[in-house]
């Protein structure tokens, strides 16, 4: 399977759940703010954060909220720590909050060993090929973004660790919506020795940084 086509499929496997799932973080972050709501200003940023993990994990450990063909992994203990599996590709999708600090939003891997390889992208999409083998090592990042009353979620494949306040490249980017309609995708292509991976463009405010 080339690049083009793992990642079709894995935009055929995240549009049509963009929408249950929009709705699903959404209404997490809408209670994370009620939740929160008088927490001191130097703790309301992590505080929001696991709140929003944990309500969206419970939210999707229900099985009416939970897209067919997905599963809940992650360890809820660890900070309220989400991943989505895809049963049948082993795809996954971790649930993190855009990185305010990083020029593209991406969060970096920090210093985790399990973090940085998934980061690094283990199984390029170049080199997946999902006919001989599922994708157990592929990781796609799900983050969620508040600007004001406006929330964003996208879908992004990283192929580096990154760093604290530099872009983490990505070669995979899928902004959710509403409806299935409203997605964009960008996607860099293989077309030599040479990969250009690119950075998304975000404006980012100047809060600190919360995975």
Known sequence: MTQNETSLMI??????????????ISLAVVEADT????????????????MVRALARTLL?????????????GQGHRMAQTILRHTETGI????????????????????????????????????????HRTATSLTCLLLW???????????VHTVEEGRYGAGTAVDLDIQLGATATEVTV????????????FYVDTERDDAGEVL
């Not at 960008?186 to 991976?197: A, Y």
């Open 11 to 24: 935009e055929s496997l995240v549009r049509p759940i963009g929408p249950s799932l929009f709705e699903l």
């Open 35 to 50: 939740r929160t709501n008088g927490v001191t200003a130097d703790t309301i940023g992590l505080s929001h954060t696991i």
């Open 61 to 73: 450990i229900d099985h009416e909220h939970c897209p067919i063909g997905w599963v809940v992994e």
């Open 92 to 131: 996954t999708l971790r649930l993190l909050k855009e990185s305010t600090v990083n020029p593209n939003g991406v969060p970096h891997a920090g210093r985790n060993l399990a973090r940085r390889s998934a980061w690094s992208g283990a199984v390029p999409l170049e080199g997946l090929d999902l006919g």
């Open 145 to 155: 973004k508040k600007d004001g009353d406006k929330i964003s979620l996208r879908v």
């Open 186 to 197: 960008h996607r860099t292509f293989h077309t030599g020795d040479d990969t250009d991976f």
